[in-house]
């Protein structure tokens, strides 16, 4: 018999709720963090996390908790029915090939096996030629040599990875080790055969990959969008957000969790390898054997989230909001990224699965009230890969495997209902949701904008190539005729700095973020950058950015993860139960500096209240007390910050959570980078932006002049 792991009840398997009728969620009780409350802010502004580690939660270990070493719990898969094997997550085990099925598109033609090796060194032999032929122009190079090796996916596919790592390692391209994690089969090799397969090599296609692979093409223009026959119904006249209902609850929003099963507290925590904190992390710049700074028990800034930060901030929810079983939140969302940041080769299915498993019943057993959850970028296998549905056959349904787990695990915890998995399954994990407060909730796979999911270079002159937008169009329509407010949720931003997605579905995005704000869509979070940000989106493309034309913001969610030089933290909102806007939010984080002092405490990490929103950009913008945090409220606080430096300088110490790793904006270059990243939007519109102020993860680096 295999053992139940987390004593978590599971309300699939108690008498479930009773489901409305359609995409709906009405299992959870109201509770005082569910209906009107005079309070509604943070119930304390400190939490001291405990030092032991919670082993209650868990009903058996393969290895259990010591002081200097976090456990080794035995993860139940409640979908798939297995319990996951110890050399999955054994730190001094960790699996170096993945061995999950690898998908080709049908060769064009039935050649032998000899025929099929000599079209291969034909192909790479025309290759070679045209790259050491060179030329001025390195876009036309390398997109001649794309051609020329296109009828080796056409003809001999299951060779073409293969091949394509001797051509990297022969001419020099990347180290050994990076053509191999590129372009092994089982890495990304046969996801860019299809690439290779079905892009249009010569046109578009091709410009997104030599831009992709090696910035040999310059980064593509944005295509005319036409929006003739886009929407099912034109924007109604004088279409305005609904008055608030002076009724408020508290909403959590999380991202980035980013577990690390293979964390291994004393290993090297300043590496120069992929990923620290690990036992096979080194430092190259130190004798071998030696470790410069000792992993601590609670995470360091260049690692993922050790079981014992995750827990650890997963505690300090409750008591700092005020929040328990018995005064649930209202709902909670999360917006994506449950894997730790392996290389490749060390990532699986199976790896993936253990993080959503080991994940959302951790987030169950501590945040109260129903979760609605997106799936981000690290949520898949390969990493970042999401294939469309348009791909024949087998190719368009090669991650089903993924959205049917996570459609299962959902519906297991209780958050969604079987007709709201069903449509899970069916559109790449995302699905539309009208929760018990009459919000929906649509959430979008946004590896179909991100740069790092290459068969978005298939077919780019079609920004919706995956017909996820149609989706997105069709649910915020029928909200629309329905006279509901929405909320959407997605894992990779939309603009910002223009770095993460690619132009034309954001572009796409935006108009359409147009056409239903302000009237239907109340908010929308993201993720991913693990830095605390905002967006706002306007009228006419953003092509006149003031408070009469601001629709709607992009809410961008601190992480739990501290990678890279953050530290580690979650939010709150108070909502408004009329409007849905947000009217307050606070945003809570532990000092990872802080962490290394904590191995041979009595006490844990301790969180703090960071800011209120409200209380932090409120009196610069000069805005009312009674007012919601919408879009005119950013554009205002825009405002006040080209007045005031010190505005910028403030936001950008909360950007990184308040890290002592983060580099400091106190001059006039940077002010304005920041201000016009956060009226983006769009990849088109933040990729005008000035470059190198984005992210405070590393010194800045703008361009020079």
Not at 135 to 142: F, L, P
Not at 334 to 360: K, M, W
Not at 446 to 459: A, G, K, Q, V
Not at 464 to 489: C, H, P, T, Y
């Amino acid at each position: 018999m295999l053992p139940l792991v987390l004593s978590i009840p599971s309300l699939s398997s108690a008498n479930p709720p009773s489901w409305p009728h359609g995409h709906g969620y009405g299992g959870f009780p109201h509770g005082n963090g569910g209906h009107a409350s005079k309070d509604y802010g943070p119930a304390a502004t400190t939490y001291v996390a405990p030092a032991g580690f919670p082993t209650s939660i868990f009903s058996a270990f393969y290895s259990k908790p010591v002081p200097t070493q976090e456990p080794q719990p035995k993860i139940f898969d409640p979908v798939l029915k297995i319990t996951f094997p110890y050399d999955l997550t054994n730190p001094k085990t960790i699996p170096t090939e993945d061995h999950d099925p690898v998908f080709y598109p049908k060769p064009k033609k039935s050649l032998s096996d000899a025929e099929q090796k000599k079209t291969i060194a034909d192909v790479v032999a025309k290759v070679k030629k045209i790259i050491n032929a060179g030329g001025s122009d390195n876009c036309t190079v390398c997109k001649n040599a794309l051609v020329a090796a296109q009828p080796a996916a056409f003809l001999a596919p299951s060779l073409v990875p293969e091949a394509m790592v001797d051509l990297c390692i022969s001419t020099g391209f990347h180290s050994n080790e990076s053509c191999i994690e590129d372009f092994a089969a089982t890495n990304f090799g046969a996801i860019w055969t299809q690439v290779l397969f079905f892009g249009d090599m010569s046109g578009l296609d091709g410009n997104y990959v030599c831009n992709s692979i090696g910035s040999f093409c310059p980064r593509p223009a944005t295509t005319p969008l036409d929006t003739s026959g886009l929407f099912p119904k034109p924007k109604p006249k004088n279409a305005k957000a609904p008055k608030p209902s002076g009724k408020r609850v508290k909403v959590s929003h999380l991202s980035d969790f980013h577990i690390d099963p293979r964390y291994f507290a004393g290993s090297e925590a300043n590496c120069t390898t992929s990923l620290c904190c690990r036992a096979n992390g080194l430092n190259a710049n130190i004798p071998t054997g030696q470790v410069s700074f000792p992993a601590p028990l609670f995470g360091a800034y260049h690692c993922d989230t050790p079981m014992d930060l995750g827990l650890a901030a997963l505690q300090a929810v409750g008591p700092l909001t005020g929040t328990s079983k018995e005064e649930p939140f209202a709902w909670s969302i999360y917006t994506g990224d449950l894997v730790s940041h392996d290389p490749q080769p060390e990532l699986s299915r199976a790896y993936a699965e253990y993080a959503e498993v080991f994940s959302y019943e951790v987030f169950k057993r501590y945040i109260n009230g129903p979760i609605f959850p997106a799936l981000g970028n690290h949520d898949s296998n390969p990493e970042a890969i999401d294939a469309p549905h348009s791909l024949p056959g087998k190719l368009g349904q090669q991650q089903s495997w993924n959205y049917d787990h996570v459609a299962g695990l959902w519906q297991n915890e209780g958050w969604i209902d079987a007709a709201t998995a069903a449509e899970a399954r069916a559109h790449y994990g995302a699905y539309s949701v009208k929760n018990h407060y009459g919000l929906r909730i649509i959430t979008f796979n946004t590896d179909f904008w991100y740069r790092s999911n290459f068969l978005n270079f298939i077919n780019t002159e079609d920004a919706d190539n995956s017909g996820m937008f149609k989706f997105l169009i069709d649910e915020l329509q029928a909200a629309e005729d329905a006279g509901e407010r929405v909320w959407i949720l997605g894992h990779v931003l939309s603009g910002w700095d223009g770095s993460n997605p690619i132009d034309n579905p954001t572009d796409l995005f935006y108009q359409i973020v147009e056409r239903y704000s302000p009237h239907v869509i109340a908010n929308i979070f993201f993720g991913h950058t693990h830095e605390d940000q905002f967006m706002i989106y306007y009228a006419n493309n953003g092509t006149v950015q003031t408070s009469e034309n601001a629709l709607a913001t992009g809410w961008i969610c601190p992480s739990v993860v501290p990678l890279t030089n953050l530290n580690t933290g979650f939010r709150m909102y108070e909502v408004d139960t009329g409007d849905f806007n947000i009217y307050d939010a606070y945003t809570f984080y532990a000092d990872v500096n802080s962490f290394s002092a904590l191995d041979d405490a009595s006490q844990g990490p301790t969180f703090k209240l960071e800011y209120s929103t409200r209380d932090t950009y409120g009196p610069a913008a000069n805005w009312p007390k009674d007012a919601p945090l919408n879009a005119t409220f950013w554009h205002a606080v825009t405002e006040a910050m080209e007045k005031d430096l010190s505005l910028v300088t403030k936001f950008n110490t909360l950007q990184g959570k308040s890290s002592v790793q983060s580099p400091t904006c106190t001059n006039e270059a940077c002010q304005k980078a920041k201000i016009c990243y956060m009226r983006s939007g769009s990849a088109p519109i933040g990729s005008e932006c000035p470059q190198g102020y984005g992210s405070v993860q590393s010194a800045f680096n703008p361009p020079s002049a």
